[in-house]
C-alpha cells in the first residue's frame, strides 16, 4: 500500500491528454493504494482567472474527476485551496528553492516568454508549491504526465534538501508514468504538447466535447505527405501523435497499428481514431452530466478537505517543529 498524489489545475476545461496522461491513472491505483487527488486552483492563479469562471471550474473538474472513475470512498477528493497547508507550506519550500533552478525549468521559460516584463512572481515559485502539495502526505508516487518531469525531479531535490538540513521529515516521492508516460501532442502544431491553455481550440481535444467535433478536429489534424501509418517522431510527428492517441485507448502497441494500417490511407485511420477516442469519452460525458449539478459534489469535496487537512497537519506540524517556527 502506498501513498499516491496528484493534481489538476482548474485552468480550462480538461483535454484529452490530460485524462490519457494522467487522470485515467488516477483510478488505476485508486483501489490499492491511499489516493490523495486535488484540483489545484492555487496553481491557477499564477496567472491572472477570472473569479466566477475560475470557482465554475473548479467545481466542474471535481466532477470530472468523479465521471473519469474516481471513487470518493477509495481516494481523497479535494480543493487545494481548502486545505490552507499547502500554500503554507509552499512558502516554506519558496524559502528552500534558489532563483536559479527555478528560473531553469522548462514550464516557466515557456510560460515566462509570453508575459513581457510583467512576469507574475507565482509562475516562478510554481514548482516549490507543487512540491509542498506532495510531500504534505508523504507521498510515495505521483501519477502525471511526462511533461512533470522536471518539476518532479525538483520535488526530490527540495525535500532531500529539506531533510539534509533540518532532519528526515519527507518521504521522497517517485513520479509513476502510466502507459510508458502517454504524451499527447496538439492536433495542429504536433510538436507542441496539446494543453487546455492553448488558445487554437481545434488543435485539442476536450474530455467534454461532442463526438462530431472529435471527428472534425481528428479529420482536419496535421498529418504529412508520406501516406503512410508509421509511428516516426520526427519526420511524421502528426501520425505519430494519433498511433500514440490510438494506442492510448485500444491498449494495441504502435506497431499493431502499423500493421492494422499498412497499405491504408490516412482517412481510415483518422476514421478509426475518432472513433475509438469517442467512444472512451461518451460515458465520461454522460456521468458528467449528472454529477456537475448534484448537490452531493459539494458534500464529497468537503469531507475530502476534512480528511486532507487531517494527513497535512502532522506533516506541517513536523516541518514547523523542524524549523523552530
Ligand atoms: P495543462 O498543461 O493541460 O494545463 P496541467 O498542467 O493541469 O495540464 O496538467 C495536469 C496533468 O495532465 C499533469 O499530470 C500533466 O502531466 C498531464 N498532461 C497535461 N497535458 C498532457 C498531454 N498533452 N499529454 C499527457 N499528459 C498531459
Ligand atoms: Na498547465
Redesign the pocket.
Known amino acids: 500500500m502506498s501513498i499516491i498524489f496528484?493534481?489538476?489545475?482548474p485552468?480550462?476545461n480538461l483535454?484529452l491528454?490530460?485524462y490519457?496522461?494522467?487522470?485515467r491513472n488516477f483510478t488505476k491505483v485508486q483501489h490499492d493504494n491511499e489516493c490523495y487527488y486535488c484540483v489545484?486552483n492555487q496553481?491557477a492563479i499564477t496567472v491572472p482567472q477570472d473569479p466566477k469562471l475560475l470557482h465554475q471550474r473548479t467545481r466542474e473538474l471535481a466532477a470530472i474527476y468523479l465521471a473519469a472513475g474516481l471513487d470518493p470512498e477509495k481516494a481523497t477528493l479535494f480543493v487545494q485551496s481548502e486545505v490552507p497547508e499547502h500554500a503554507q507550506l509552499g512558502w516554506i519550500m519558496t524559502t528552500l528553492s534558489y532563483v536559479g533552478e527555478l528560473e531553469r525549468m522548462t514550464q516557466y521559460k515557456d510560460k515566462a516568454s509570453k508575459r513581457g516584463d510583467s512576469i507574475p512572481a507565482g509562475l516562478l515559485t510554481y514548482p516549490p508549491l507543487m512540491a509542498a502539495d506532495i510531500l504534505l502526505y508523504q507521498t510515495n508516487y505521483v501519477?502525471?504526465?511526462?511533461?512533470?518531469k522536471q518539476h518532479m525531479e525538483i520535488t526530490r531535490d527540495l525535500a532531500q534538501r529539506f531533510n539534509r538540513l533540518y532532519g528526515e521529515v519527507f518521504t521522497i516521492p517517485q513520479i509513476l508514468l502510466g502507459h510508458d508516460g502517454?504524451?499527447?501532442?496538439s492536433l495542429q502544431e504536433p510538436t507542441k504538447?496539446?494543453?487546455?491553455?492553448d488558445d487554437n481550440t481545434t488543435a485539442t481535444i476536450y474530455l467534454l466535447d461532442n463526438p462530431k467535433d472529435i471527428e472534425k478536429k481528428i479529420k482536419r489534424a496535421q498529418t504529412d505527405s508520406e501516406n503512410t501509418v508509421r509511428y516516426d517522431i520526427d519526420c511524421q510527428p502528426g501520425i505519430s501523435n494519433l498511433i500514440e492517441i490510438l494506442s492510448a485507448v485500444t491498449d494495441k502497441t504502435h506497431e499493431e497499428i502499423e500493421a492494422a494500417y499498412a497499405g491504408k490511407g490516412y482517412g481510415v485511420f483518422k476514421k478509426d481514431v475518432a472513433d475509438a477516442v469517442i467512444s472512451v469519452l461518451e460515458p465520461i460525458q454522460n456521468r458528467y452530466q449528472e454529477l456537475v449539478g448534484d448537490p452531493e459534489l459539494d458534500r464529497i469535496l468537503d469531507a475530502g478537505a476534512a480528511k486532507a487537512h487531517a494527513k497535512a497537519s502532522v506533516t506541517y506540524e513536523k516541518v514547523c517543529q523542524a524549523m523552530g517556527l
Not at 490519457?20 to 487522470?23: E, F, I, K, T
Not at 502517454?182 to 501532442?185: N, S
Request: hydrophobic residues 30%; positive net charge; aromatic residues 0%.
Open positions: 496528484s493534481g489538476i489545475q485552468s480550462g483535454t491528454g490530460n490519457l496522461g494522467a487522470l489545484v496553481h501519477p502525471v504526465g511526462d511533461d512533470q502517454t504524451r499527447v501532442m504538447k496539446m494543453s487546455k491553455s
